[in-house]
C-alpha cells in the first residue's frame, strides 16, 4: 500500500543521488554499454537515466515497479548480498512512490517499446510506444507527496555535488561502459569505454593525466590492482581516494590509514594522497556494515589486508622512484 510504500522509500531514497545510483545499478545489470544521465535542479526536477541494456517486455515493465519484484536471482556469494537483500526489488517501487516516474523500454526483438508513468505508486499511464532499444527512466520532482523530506533536501548546488559522486565512483568502476552526464543542460561528463588509467582522468580531471603510479599485488587472501598518485601530487584537501571492494565503492579510515603509512617520508604531514584501489577477496572474508545503505566493511582479517595493501603501495611506490 501506498504507506509502506513512502516508508521504504525512506529506506532506499534519501537524497536524489540514492536513486541515481539505483538507476545506474539497474543499467549495468541489464548490461548497458552506454549510458547517459541527465540531471535538473540537484535532481529536484529531473534524475533520468538511459541506457541500451536489454529493455524490459511489458510485463516486466509493469512488475518492475511492485515491490519485491525482481528479476534478479542473486547469488548467496554476492559480496552485497546483505545490502541487496532487504531491497531486493525495492528501489524502482521505492522511487515510484515519492515522484513521477516516467518510463521508456524495449527490448532488442520487440517491434514496439512501452511507455509506463507511476506517480506515488499509481500507474498513471501504459501504452506502446516506439523508442530505442534498451530503458530511459526519468524520475520527477522526488519527493513531492512528502513535502518534509522535500524540504529536507538541500540546496542544487549540494545535491548536484551528491549527484556527481555517485556517477563518479559508478563510472571509475566500469571502465568498459561509456558514460555521459548532463546538468541542467551542459554536459559535466563524456566517457568513452577504454582503460581505467584513462577513466580516471576522464572522471577526476586531466591534472591526474601524467601523476599516476600503478599499483598490482596478489596474494591468496586478496588481489589489488589501481593507481595511487605520485607522491609530488599529493595535495592539502583530502582530494580523491577511492577504494572499491569487489567492483564496490567503499568508505574505510582503516584501509586510508594504510596507504598514507605507505606515503611516509615521502609527502608532508599535511597533504592526502590520491587513490584509485580495487580489491578483490572471498566475500566470506567480508562482513558489510549492518545498515544497508552505508558503504562500510568489515575484513575478518583486517590486518593482513591492511599489511599487504600497504606493502603493494610501497612496492609501487619504489618501482616509481628508481
Ligand atoms: P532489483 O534491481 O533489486 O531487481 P529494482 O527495483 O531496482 O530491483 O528493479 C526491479 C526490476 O526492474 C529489475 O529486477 C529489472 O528486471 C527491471 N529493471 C529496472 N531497471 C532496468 C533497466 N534499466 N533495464 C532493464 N531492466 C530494468
Ligand atoms: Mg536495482
Redesign the pocket.
Known sequence: DAIANQIAAGEVVQRPASALK??L???L??G?KHIKVIVKDGGKQLIQ?I?D????SIT?AR??FERH????IRKSEDLFCIR?FG???????SIAAVAQVEMK?KRGQDELGTLLCVEGSEVRKQEPVQCAN??S?AVKNLFFNVPARRNFLKSNAVETKHLVEEFQRIALSYPEVSFSFFQNDMQLFSLSPGKLSKRIVGVLGQGYQDQLVVCQEETSLLRIKGYIGKPGSAKKTRGDQYFFVNNRYIKSSYLHHAVVNAFEGLMAADQHPFYVLFLEIDPSHIDINVHPTKTEIKFDDERTVYGVLKAAIKQALGAHLV
Open positions: 539505483e538507476l545499478e539497474n543499467s545489470d541489464a548497458a537515466v541506457d541494456g536489454g529493455g524490459m516486466d512488475m518492475s519484484a525482481t528479476s534478479k541487496t531491497f531486493r526489488g525495492e528501489a524502482l517501487a523500454t534498451g530503458t527512466i
